[in-house]
């Protein structure tokens, strides 16, 4: 296993909304999505209220234990919005108007023709020293400061602004996958996929269950950064459900017997 960059991430989702159940979140599975195809291991979700201390510790735990990490939510301009203090509180510097993102969104505002009013100004606060993540959508930008990229919670604004993250970050080597249709339940196999497992700590493998009528299926899916490793893996999961196929048709002809 040589050769291989591993490059890990975090997301943390900010709102009273999503823990209520009032939001149901649209953006952890968009970003788990992205990074995947870019090679990046997103390794912990978590969901916080609209507490400032809540967000400042779970920011700066996770941002001390991976190389990125991705919030989305508390960006607005009303009073529970308060990713960006936090942010600023969690690497102790101001958080300020930026003045770029006031010249962008007075403009904006005023092509519109709307007041640039100071709820509306709120959105262009972000910790001194952030870098401005561009959005196309609705103008207000999100920011990066360290290893963290404080994204909105609107899904649409969250993929646009995520869009233009991507490019500029340090990717891995992409995990590969096989996926193998297993006739028999997770009771039947788990022991020996186990032992699968065990042999090969490099790939992860995983089981779904299924069921459909009377009958427990499941599906197998191998993981790995080395195609020749998983194909190896998936052969030996292959193996093992003919062993058992070969079990069961023995244990058959004994009872007709």
Do not use: W
């Not at 991507?166 to 992409?174: A, H």
């Amino acid at each position: 296993m040589t050769n291989e960059t591993i490059v890990t991430a975090a997301m943390l989702a900010i709102g009273d909304e999503l823990l209520s159940g009032r939001t149901k979140d649209k953006n952890i599975g968009h970003l788990a999505d992205v990074l995947l195809l870019a090679g990046i291991d997103l390794k912990e979700v978590r969901i916080v209220a609209d507490d400032e201390d809540a967000i400042v510790s779970a920011l700066n735990a996770l941002r001390g234990q991976y190389d990125y990490v991705f919030t989305s939510g508390g960006i607005g301009p009303t009073h529970d919005d308060i990713t960006a203090d936090a942010v600023a509180k969690a690497f102790g510097v101001p958080c300020e108007h930026d003045a770029e993102a006031m010249r962008l969104m007075g403009e904006m505002y005023a092509r519109r023709e709307m007041e640039f009013t100071e709820a509306r100004q709120r959105m262009a606060r972000m910790p001194v020293g952030s870098r401005h993540i561009a959005n196309p959508v609705s103008t207000a930008p999100g920011f990066n400061i360290g290893n963290v990229y404080v994204m909105a919670g609107v899904p649409q604004v969250f993929q646009a602004m995520l869009d233009n993250v991507i490019p500029t970050l340090r990717t891995g080597t992409p995990v590969l996958s096989t996926a193998i249709s297993c006739p028999y339940g997770e009771g039947e196999i788990g022991t020996p996929l186990g032992l699968i497992q065990k042999a090969h700590p490099e790939t992860s493998i995983g089981s779904y269950p299924r069921y459909v009528g009377q009958f427990f299926s499941t599906e197998i899916v191998v993981r790995g950064r080395s195609a020749e490793l998983v194909e190896t893996v998936a052969a030996e999961v292959r193996a093992m459900i003919e062993t058992i196929r070969q079990a069961k048709d023995k244990g058959n002809q004994s009872a007709e017997a």
